[in-house]
């Protein structure tokens, strides 16, 4: 490393840096705190580095500690090449990007100097970007985000909702996992990342019905740099590394194969795990939420749900209600909604009162998503008011009971092949009223005891 002509005389002050830099103290305290964090020597090499850093370089502190900062420009990506170059001109700098394991950051450089001016050494602090703190507990300060088919919708509140994520930001705080259960579309992730999200700590949004077995530990667990089936020579950051200190959100988790469920049991006993291609134990400190739509003690008696693993999630269990029982919410969201419509849309657009009067009496088995779709139906097809022959239902929900066979003429029975396509048409019904309800095609195919492909290809049938 090479300095400035005019600094190369601080160097000798090395011997003059504070006491405390050298303690073994000091690095418990910088372990302490939430930023990823270096102690960087006046030669460039770092003497001392966090957990946290570790996770937002991805980078394990034997790569790290005793090696110049500028070696692992390639490695973490450009913003180092910027800190390295402040730290060779001996000058503060404070940047921000992304880093090349994804995650957002400002970072700042800090000279640490004696008393009389020499620079003895380099402060490096890391923070991740984009997250956000709890409010101050009280009715006013939660807020409940919809979920939309076309995006979020903005925040709405309602006091059961206040109480319900207070209930369960306890219970989470006091290290409890926590599990949240309702019907589909009752806006169950918006719930978990209000509560999960405090704190300033990291929220990890799993969705476990777009991981194979295959794919489950390279995704849970990351990749290894430099390791056989690391492809990109920087290694990936697995879900559990990355909600360290935080929160990680199992979306779904019974989507979840015998054998994710297994190895996911595996790691929630010990809270420690490897990265693929690595044997090096690693802990992660996480808190557990959970969620899905389906009926776990049922799943768990029928044998397709671990019950070790039913227990670890749901220590405690809160429902969320259905929109229909939730009419306080509903004229929220209605409002909400058409706001969000009527953004640039010429005439705005009004609700007659037969079209409000559909809405409350409606049962909405969609919950949120399907009161979303209704409302952007009924924007679309109205001028400037929407009137109850606008109010039209999906239709996959709109068939609240089975098609019936007409009754044959005087007892004789019908042709073979009205009988098929009679076969045909309830079975596909059945597909379309499962997956519903279930939230997904896996899922439903899971309900019904079938394969994927099997219904896929049923649904499919005829179009």
Same mark, same amino acid.
């Given at each position: 490393?090479?300095?400035?002509? &005019?600094? %190369? #005389? *601080? $160097? +000798?002050?090395? /011997?003059?840096?504070?006491?405390?830099?050298?303690?073994?103290?000091?690095?418990?305290?910088?372990?302490?705190?939430?930023?990823?964090?270096?102690?960087?020597?006046?030669?460039?090499?770092?003497?001392?580095?966090?957990?946290?850093?570790?996770?937002?370089?991805?980078?394990?502190?034997?790569?790290?500690?005793?090696?110049?900062?500028?070696?692992?420009?390639?490695?973490?990506?450009?913003?180092?090449?910027?800190?390295?170059?402040?730290?060779?001109?001996?000058?503060?700098?404070?940047?921000?990007?992304?880093?090349?394991?994804?995650? &957002?950051? %400002? #970072? *700042? $450089? +800090?000279?640490? /100097?004696?008393?009389?001016?020499?620079?003895?050494?380099?402060?490096?602090?890391?923070?991740?970007?984009?997250?956000?703190?709890?409010?101050?507990?009280?009715?006013?300060?939660?807020?409940?985000?919809?979920?939309?088919?076309?995006?979020?919708?903005?925040?709405?509140?309602?006091?059961?909702?206040?109480?319900?994520?207070?209930?369960?930001?306890?219970?989470?705080?006091?290290?409890?996992?926590?599990?949240?259960?309702?019907?589909?579309?009752?806006?169950?992730?918006?719930?978990?990342?209000?509560?999960?999200?405090?704190?300033?700590?990291?929220? %990890?949004?799993?969705?476990?019905?777009?991981?194979?077995?295959?794919?489950?530990?390279?995704?849970?667990?990351?990749?290894?740099?430099?390791?056989?089936?690391?492809?990109?020579?920087?290694?990936?950051?697995?879900?559990?590394?990355?909600?360290?200190?935080?929160?990680?959100?199992?979306?779904?988790?019974?989507?979840?194969?015998?054998?994710?469920?297994?190895?996911?049991?595996?790691?929630?006993?010990?809270?420690?795990?490897?990265?693929?291609?690595?044997?090096?134990?690693?802990?992660?400190?996480?808190?557990?939420?959970?969620?899905?739509?389906?009926?776990?003690?049922?799943?768990?008696?029928?044998?397709?749900?671990?019950?070790?693993?039913?227990?670890?999630?749901?220590?405690?269990?809160?429902?969320?209600?259905?929109?229909?029982?939730?009419?306080?919410?509903?004229?929220?969201?209605?409002?909400?909604?058409?706001?969000?419509?009527?953004?640039?849309?010429?005439?705005?657009?009004?609700?007659?009162?037969?079209?409000?009067?559909?809405?409350?009496?409606?049962?909405?088995?969609?919950?949120?998503?399907?009161?979303?779709?209704?409302?952007?139906?009924?924007?679309?097809?109205?001028?400037?008011?929407?009137?109850?022959?606008?109010?039209?239902?999906?239709?996959?929900?709109?068939?609240?009971?089975?098609?019936?066979?007409?009754?044959?003429?005087?007892?004789?029975?019908?042709?073979?092949?009205?009988?098929?396509?009679?076969?045909?048409?309830?079975?596909?019904?059945?597909?379309?009223?499962?997956?519903?309800?279930?939230?997904?095609?896996?899922?439903?195919?899971?309900?019904?005891?079938?394969?994927?492909?099997?219904?896929?290809?049923?649904?499919?049938?005829?179009?």
């Amino acid at each position: 490393m090479k300095f400035y002509a &005019n600094e %190369v #005389a *601080s $160097l +000798s002050h090395r /011997r003059l840096r504070p006491s405390f830099v050298d303690d073994p103290q000091f690095g418990t305290f910088l372990e302490a705190l939430p930023d990823g964090v270096a102690l960087i020597e006046a030669d460039g090499k770092i003497k001392l580095a966090n957990n946290r850093l570790e996770i937002l370089l991805n980078l394990a502190r034997g790569d790290l500690v005793g090696s110049e900062l500028g070696k692992h420009v390639k490695t973490a990506g450009p913003i180092i090449q910027k800190l390295w170059a402040a730290l060779q001109q001996l000058k503060r700098v404070e940047v921000s990007g992304a880093l090349n394991s994804q995650r &957002n950051v %400002v #970072a *700042s $450089l +800090s000279i640490l /100097r004696t008393a009389d001016g020499g620079a003895y050494g380099a402060l490096l602090v890391m923070r991740e970007v984009g997250r956000h703190h709890r409010a101050p507990d009280g009715p006013d300060n939660f807020r409940f985000e919809t979920e939309a088919e076309g995006g979020r919708t903005g925040f709405v509140k309602s006091p059961a909702l206040v109480a319900l994520a207070a209930k369960a930001c306890l219970a989470l705080d006091r290290g409890a996992s926590v599990l949240l259960t309702g019907e589909t579309g009752t806006g169950k992730t918006e719930l978990a990342r209000m509560i999960g999200k405090g704190n300033d700590a990291a929220f %990890v949004h799993v969705r476990c019905g777009m991981l194979s077995d295959d794919q489950f530990e390279a995704e849970m667990f990351g990749i290894e740099p430099g390791s056989p089936l690391d492809t990109s020579t920087r290694g990936k950051l697995g879900y559990v590394e990355a909600a360290d200190s935080g929160v990680l959100f199992l979306d779904q988790v019974t989507d979840l194969s015998p054998t994710a469920q297994s190895k996911l049991v595996a790691f929630l006993e010990t809270q420690t795990y490897s990265r693929v291609g690595s044997v090096q134990r690693r802990q992660a400190r996480i808190r557990l939420v959970a969620a899905t739509n389906e009926n776990l003690p049922a799943l768990v008696e029928k044998g397709t749900f671990r019950s070790d693993l039913y227990y670890r999630i749901a220590v405690m269990t809160f429902e969320q209600p259905a929109l229909r029982d939730q009419p306080e919410l509903l004229d929220l969201l209605v409002e909400q909604n058409l706001r969000r419509l009527n953004i640039g849309r010429k005439p705005q657009l009004r609700l007659s009162a037969e079209f409000i009067e559909r809405i409350r009496t409606y049962r909405f088995p969609g919950n949120i998503r399907e009161l979303a779709n209704i409302l952007q139906r009924a924007a679309a097809a109205a001028d400037d008011v929407a009137r109850a022959e606008h109010f039209i239902a999906p239709s996959v929900m709109e068939n609240p009971d089975p098609p019936v066979r007409p009754a044959a003429n005087q007892g004789e029975p019908a042709a073979a092949a009205g009988f098929k396509e009679l076969v045909q048409a309830f079975e596909t019904w059945l597909l379309e009223k499962s997956i519903a309800e279930n939230g997904s095609k896996r899922s439903a195919a899971k309900a019904l005891g079938i394969d994927i492909a099997t219904l896929v290809r049923k649904t499919k049938r005829g179009r």
